[in-house]
């Protein structure tokens, strides 16, 4: 049962223009998100979060956006850059109770931004 | 400031061989994971630990163990490799466990199990 998925294996941007990398999930008890990016032969790195009491969180060319309703978050990259070529990584998790911080990640989406 | 720093960056098994990945952090975070990535798939949490002294198992940790010994390092144990172990481990660190301290991973061990 994947709680979280990621269902765009793939993305392909023109420099410039905007990205949106999209996620869902299924389970309504998850009250945060996260996006990581992921380099080769890195680990992944955070990105943006966002709280399940917003609907929106803004760092930069960077922005998520929450519909608890839909259950689903997206990611906007404006402007799209070469070196945000990478992989994205939607993750869930809960804020308390034993959850020690552990997430769901998602399967995660290939980003080309071409020059 | 290194991080997390994990070893070996690559490592060939043979079926039923045994190996440790380890893992270590410079940041004093208590909380810290070893997650495991397998092709086109997402992380997976392997076994977790809020503490020196204190582990817990995640989603798959059927294969693995851990000690958590000391606050800066958490090395994950293979005790009997088998083919399904092939993937790529990734090791991080929180501050907190809650939603605004977010996860600082290692690069990652490649292992392969023949």
Redesign the interface.
């Known amino acids: 049962d994947q709680q979280?998925k990621q269902n765009s294996?793939s993305l392909s941007v023109q420099e410039g223009r905007i990205s949106i990398l999209n996620c869902d999930y299924t389970n309504s008890m998850f009250?945060?998100f996260?996006w990581?990016k992921k380099y080769p032969?890195?680990?992944?790195?955070?990105l943006i979060?966002i709280?399940s009491i917003k609907d929106k969180n803004e760092d930069g060319r960077f922005t998520v956006f929450l519909n608890k309703s839909a259950k689903h978050l997206s990611l906007h990259i404006v402007p799209s850059q070469p070196g945000d070529s990478a992989v994205y990584?939607c993750?869930a998790?809960y804020?308390g109770g034993t959850?020690?911080?552990?997430?769901?990640?998602?399967?995660?989406t290939i980003l080309t931004v071409h020059p | 400031n290194a991080g997390?720093t994990q070893t070996p960056k690559f490592r060939i098994l043979k079926i039923g061989q045994s190996m440790t990945l380890q893992c270590t952090q410079d940041m004093n975070h208590n909380?810290m994971?070893w997650?495991r990535q397998d092709p086109?798939?997402?992380?997976?949490?392997i076994y977790?630990s809020?503490g020196a002294g204190i582990t817990?198992k995640?989603e798959v940790p059927n294969g693995y163990n851990v000690s958590r010994s000391t606050t800066e390092d958490f090395p994950l144990r293979l005790e009997l490799a088998a083919p399904s172990q092939t993937s790529v481990y990734?090791c991080?660190s929180?501050y907190?466990?809650?939603?605004?301290?977010?996860?600082?991973?290692?690069?990652?061990t490649r292992l392969t199990v023949t």
């Open positions: 979280v294996p009250d945060y996260l990581y032969a890195e680990g992944p790195t955070f979060s709280s990584f993750a998790g804020a959850s020690y911080g552990k997430l769901t990640f998602g399967q995660g | 997390v909380y994971y997650y086109g798939m997402g992380l997976k949490l977790y809020v817990d995640g990734f991080a929180s907190s466990d809650r939603g605004n301290s977010p996860l600082h991973f290692g690069n990652g």
